[in-house]
């Protein structure tokens, strides 16, 4: 099993930053992928982004430019960056982890850190 600990969320202004963080612990194989999905209030869960041991990234479209993912495979973390926030980031932040390739789609996941983007 894999287990991961989220931290790093809170409220931010408009404009702000904040940086998660996740620490993934396992007793079977290496972690590949690790990332961040996101819900909001009423909406789909969606991709933010996703980073393999490698350090192929994926990110979703609405980030692109704003968030950096990062990882430091010998801790099992994966670091998100996030700047220039803005009120439709608001959301629970959800961290999670694969033994596969994919960066983008994970079979593990935290409990999820609150973020919220708000004047």
């Known amino acids: 099993q894999v287990q991961l600990v989220e931290s790093g969320g809170g409220l931010v202004q408009p404009g702000g930053s904040l940086r998660l963080s996740c620490a993934a612990s396992?007793?079977?194989?290496?972690?590949?992928?690790m990332g961040w999905y996101r819900q909001a209030a009423g909406e789909e869960r969606e991709l933010v982004a996703g980073?393999?041991?490698?350090?192929?990234?994926k990110y979703g479209e609405s980030v692109k430019g704003r968030f950096d993912i990062s990882r430091d495979n010998g801790k099992n973390t994966v670091y998100l960056r996030m700047t220039n926030l803005k009120p439709e980031d608001t959301a629970v932040y959800y961290c999670?982890?694969?033994?596969?390739?994919?960066?983008?789609?994970?079979?593990?996941w935290g409990q999820g850190t609150q973020v919220t983007v708000s004047s």
């Open positions: 980073i393999t041991s490698g350090g192929t990234t």
């Open positions: 999670g982890a694969t033994y596969y390739y994919t960066p983008d789609s994970f079979d593990y």
């Open positions: 396992t007793d079977r194989f290496a972690i590949n992928a």
